[in-house]
């Protein structure tokens, strides 16, 4: 069993930047590929970027790419998702999620976080 627990949204400015943490309560956290998921009112949840578990590769959304960075420190059980130069159109719940793959694909995530509300003002 993986718990996750996320931290580190709230309101921001548009142009300004968050960084969410998720951290995992397992043993073995270095067994897991990490993920990063969003969900906005109204709308399906949506893959945003996604860790391989050594942290070697990445993976993001094109929506994100070049804004978002998805890291991982495996010796404090943490992955990270550092958001800058947000829109208003990145407000949503964020959720992490953990699996034995790295995927952009949420149903192949066995765990989640309760997730995280971002909100950016325009």
Known sequence: QVQLVESGGG???AGGSLRLSCAASVRTFSSYGMGWFRQA???EREFVAAITRSGT???YADSVKGRFTISRDNAKNTVYLQMNSLIPEDTAVYYCAAGPVTTTRPDEYAYWG?????????
């Open 57 to 59: 590769r990445t993976v």
């Open 41 to 43: 009112p109204g709308k």
């Open 11 to 13: 309101l921001v400015q």
């Open 114 to 122: 309760q997730g995280t509300q971002v909100t950016v003002s325009s």
